[in-house]
T-cell receptor, first 118, second 112 residues
Framework: GAVVSQHPSWVICKSGTSVKIECRSLDFQATTMFWYRQFPKQSLMLMATSNEGSKATYEQGVEKDKFLINHASLTLSTLTVTSAHPEDSSFYIC??????????????FGPGTRLTVL | KQEVTQIPAALSVPEGENLVLNCSFTDSAIYNLQWFRQDPGKGLTSLLLIQSSQREQTSGRLNASLDKSSGRSTLYIAASQPGDSATYLCAVMTGANSKLTFGKGITLSVRP
């Protein structure tokens, strides 16, 4: 149980275009999902917290107009990188927080999406 | 602000050795601590989760301990194997909004 998927697993796009990444909790409902980015040989940095039915909370230094987050259902959150630039190239990972009594507050991570902007 | 430190950044050991990976954090007011494994170019695999009220968790050859008051956790790997080679990340959850703060990870190489 507690599987999180991401789609696509990798994407290459041209500079100036927008890219949407989906994060789904497959076998549990997640009122809260998180979006991270990871640069090569670096750790994960939290970008934003996505709450179902409300606006996302962005970390300091993350542009909310550039990284649009939508959490329209209890199993799906999307991250849209708008007007992508080469410096946005990174590994984007989402996680979903479990609220079950068995794994309360545990975060389950997706497999990540490799974004390359040319 | 919570800070998580993992030292050393890299470790190379011969197969069969028992080893300990260390993690320290600055704010002891945590909800839980998780150890993850990350293979190159892949996502995170959760290894062990220790709630703040617990002192250790075990799964197979892995044992994780938590000393909240001193801000430390260790991941013990028994009888290491080449397949254990990966980056091991420690993360702590603080605050009511369940944010995770990650360490930079320890890249482990187990030599056959």
């Amino acid at each position: 149980g507690a599987v999180v998927s991401q789609h696509p697993s990798w994407v290459i796009c041209k500079s100036g275009t927008s890219v949407k990444i989906e994060c789904r909790s497959l076998d549990f409902q997640a009122t809260t999902m998180f979006w991270y980015r990871q640069f090569p040989k670096q750790s994960l940095m939290l970008m934003a917290t996505s709450n179902e039915g409300s606006k996302a909370t962005y970390e300091q230094g993350v542009e909310k107009d550039k990284f649009l987050i939508n959490h329209a259902s209890l199993t799906l959150s999307t991250l849209t990188v708008t007007s992508a630039h080469p410096e946005d190239s990174s590994f984007y990972i989402c996680s979903a927080r479990s609220t079950s009594s068995y794994s309360y507050n545990e975060q389950f991570f997706g497999p990540g999406t490799r974004l390359t902007v040319l | 602000k919570q800070e998580v430190t993992q030292i050393p950044a890299a470790l190379s050991v011969p197969e069969g050795e028992n080893l300990v990976l260390n993690c320290s954090f600055t704010d002891s007011a945590i909800y839980n601590l998780q150890w993850f494994r990350q293979d190159p170019g892949k996502g995170l695999t959760s290894l062990l989760l220790i709630q703040s009220s617990q002192r250790e968790q075990t799964s197979g050859r892995l044992n994780a301990s938590l000393d909240k008051s001193s801000g430390r956790s260790t991941l013990y790997i028994a009888a290491s194997q080449p397949g254990d080679s990966a980056t091991y990340l420690c993360a702590v959850m603080t605050g009511a909004n369940s944010k995770l703060t990650f360490g930079k990870g320890i890249t482990l190489s187990v030599r056959p």
